[in-house]
Nanobody
Framework: VQLVESGGGSVQAGGSLRLSCSLSEYDVTISCMGWFRQRPGKEREGVATISNGGGSKNYADSVKGRFTISQDTAKNMMYLQMNSLKPEDTALYYC??????????????????????WGQGTQVTVSS
C-alpha cells in the first residue's frame, strides 16, 4: 500500500487548507488511518485518526473544532480539512495507515509507531 499526500501550502493565519491522501489500492487489512505532523524541532505527533468506514474519529486537543478528518472509501481517499489555521500548525503533515483496529476505548491507536504505511509528507506553512 502506498500513500500520497497533497494539498499543502502556505497560508496566512485564519486561513484554510484541505489535505488529501490517496491510497494506491484498497487493502482489507487496513483498519485505521490517521494524519500526523512533525513541527520543526519536535517529534512526530498525532493530529487526527479515523477508523475504516469513518465510525470512529479522534483529534488532538490542539486541533479540535478546527480540523476535520474524513474519508471516501470508494475513491481510496482520506482528507483533513484545516480551518482557522495558526502559525503553530506549521509542520510537515503525513498520512498513515494501520492494520491495527479500533481499541477497546473506541478509538484508533494514537502513536505513530502503530502505523505501518506512511506517505512522504506535505508541508503546511502558516504565517502570522
Amino acid at each position: 500500500v502506498q500513500l500520497v499526500e497533497s494539498g499543502g501550502g502556505s497560508v496566512q493565519a485564519g486561513g484554510s487548507l484541505r489535505l488529501s491522501c490517496s491510497l494506491s489500492e484498497y487493502d482489507v487489512t487496513i483498519s485505521c488511518m490517521g494524519w500526523f505532523r512533525q513541527r520543526p524541532g519536535k517529534e512526530r505527533e498525532g493530529v487526527a485518526t479515523i477508523s475504516n468506514g469513518g465510525g470512529s474519529k479522534n483529534y488532538a486537543d490542539s486541533v479540535k473544532g478546527r480540523f476535520t478528518i474524513s474519508q471516501d472509501t470508494a475513491k481510496n481517499m482520506m482528507y483533513l480539512q484545516m480551518n482557522s489555521l495558526k502559525p503553530e500548525d506549521t509542520a510537515l503533515y503525513y498520512c498513515a495507515a494501520s492494520p491495527v483496529g479500533v481499541e477497546s476505548g473506541g478509538f484508533c491507536r494514537w502513536g505513530p509507531a502503530s502505523y505501518e504505511y506512511w506517505g512522504q509528507g506535505t508541508q503546511v506553512t502558516v504565517s502570522s
